[in-house]
């Protein structure tokens, strides 16, 4: 644990929290330290936040201060204290190739595999002019994020279901290489195509109206549909989401001219298909490291510090752990004060008791706000293109069926529409969800950012664009901290 108490026009102490790869701590002696250092700083808030940006050490370092220096400028208590969740994750940058930079993170994240990511880069540097090149991409991918099929990482794959399955691989990597690659590309090549005419998508909310006027369905906005699947999620940001499936567009074609193309397209394509892989690893080791790593952390916290609030924040994949450390978190004390996930990578259904396109089961995060003493805050933006359009084009495992209804509605991502299948649970903007009082004290709730976070290109998006401090404010209006 690394103390950095009084930073540059800072008076809130923080400390860093680090796990390893299966949820273990790097340093045993950390919690207790945490705990005696915020018992003498009189820390009345202790506010943990994990992302996913730990490429390298100057990477985490910068986001963790990013983040922390907005709740600096807008709480007026000098009784909070912030915790960085460090641990083996990476995000990917916006260029299409693998940079050294790159390549070094994913030799961090999945270590003794250097070999094989070598390999990868190689292939999608030289992009060979065969097919068979673009299956070893597969293949190789299949390789670098396998687990052993006892290892206890395997049950955090899904958030669809209740039930830890001994075992569940996403489709992408089983499907045929070059038809999973090709949808990819097509895919963003219409999401680029409408992120041009973003400006003319429907407003997201729409007032709800009453009488023989009023709509069955809402166009393109919030309004609730059924009691059962809940709200209605937002536009797909591309119609290639509606096919049953998106990811076998065609046979691979033939004649000369058309092989070339479609070739090409495979390798852009390829290049997708590792972020989602790497990412797929990435989100399942969180919700290993938030149930065995940081649940207990908090609750030995927890004791040390009967007065002191304890609030939970992630974004991305961050979002996942700190949701997965929620559900770990025993239940019936409520040591958890309130849980705010900013464009959380995990599926809109996983709160869900029930969900709507199966007989029985539930999400895997169902019943988590019982444990939570305030609300759990769902903050969402439909201009997250990483959430909206890639998430769930790779989050269909195998033996799922294909969506006759669209993978965006079936596999889609709370951060891209907010939670689903939730009965009660309400949709505030994020200027509504700000008024004092408006936020429910226990419960679910959805606030949709998507007028603060809008920032960004294909093919991620609004995703990174979270650094504002109205998203820090909601952080604080959850945890009925004081703000400035």
Not at 6 to 21: K, L, M, V, Y
Not at 38 to 51: I, N, Y
Not at 136 to 141: A, E, I, K, R, S
């Amino acid at each position: 644990m690394r103390s950095s108490e009084n930073g540059p026009g800072t008076t809130q102490p923080r400390w860093d929290i680090e796990f390893d790869a299966d949820g273990g701590r790097t340093d045993g002696e950390q919690d207790d330290r945490l705990a005696d250092a915020a018992r003498e700083g009189g820390v009345r808030h202790l506010v943990f936040l994990a992302h996913t940006a730990h490429n390298d050490a100057d990477t985490s370092t910068d986001v963790d201060t990013r983040f922390r220096d907005l709740f600096t400028d807008v709480t007026a208590d000098d009784g909070v204290g912030f915790v960085s969740v460090r641990w083996p994750g990476m995000t990917f940058a916006s260029e299409p190739r693998i940079t050294d930079a790159t390549e070094a993170a994913l030799n961090r994240v999945f270590p003794n595999r250097e070999r094989l990511i070598g390999d990868l880069r190689s292939l999608l540097d030289d992009r060979p002019r065969r097919f068979s090149a673009v299956d070893d991409v597969g293949m190789n991918l299949r390789r670098l994020v396998e687990a052993p099929l006892h290892a206890q990482v395997n049950a955090y794959a899904t958030d669809m279901g209740d039930e830890l399955l001994p075992q569940s691989d996403p489709a992408m990597l089983f499907d045929s290489t070059s038809h999973v690659c090709e949808g990819f590309a097509r895919a963003l090549e219409q999401a680029r195509e409408e992120a041009e005419r973003a400006e003319q998508r429907p407003e997201r909310v729409e007032q709800p109206r009453t009488g023989s006027e009023a709509p069955v369905v809402s166009k393109s906005g919030t309004l609730t549909e059924s009691e059962t699947a809940g709200p209605r999620p937002a536009d797909a940001p591309a119609d290639w989401l509606a096919r049953p499936e998106p990811l076998t567009p065609s046979a691979r074609p033939f004649g000369d001219a058309e092989s070339e193309r479609a070739l090409d397209r495979q390798w852009d394509g390829a290049h997708q298909l590792l972020c989602q892989a790497a990412s797929y690893a990435i989100r399942r080791r969180a919700g290993l490291i938030g149930d065995v790593g940081l649940a207990p952390a908090i609750e030995r916290l927890a004791d040390a510090l009967p007065d002191t609030r304890i609030h939970l924040v992630g974004h991305g994949a961050g979002a996942r752990l700190v949701a997965f450390a929620a559900r770990g978190v025993k239940s019936g004390a409520r040591r958890i004060a309130s849980v705010t996930l900013l464009q959380g990578a995990l599926s809109h259904f996983a709160f869900a008791a029930h969900l709507p396109q199966q007989m029985r089961g539930g999400g895997a995060l169902a019943g988590v706000a019982e444990r939570v003493a305030g609300p759990v805050v769902c903050a969402y933006s439909h201009h997250d293109l990483e959430l909206g359009l890639l998430f769930p084009l790779a989050s269909r495992m195998i033996g799922e069926s294909p969506s006759l209804v669209g993978a965006d509605r079936l596999w889609g991502a709370l951060g891209y529409d907010g939670a689903q299948g939730i009965e009660g649970c309400p949709t505030l903007t994020l200027a509504d969800a700000l008024t004092e009082g408006a936020l429910p004290r226990t419960g679910y709730v959805s606030v949709d950012v998507a007028e603060t976070v809008r920032g960004g290109s294909p093919p991620q998006g609004a995703h990174h664009d979270v650094f504002h401090r109205d998203l820090a404010r909601l952080v604080l209006a959850a945890g009925r901290i004081r703000t400035s």
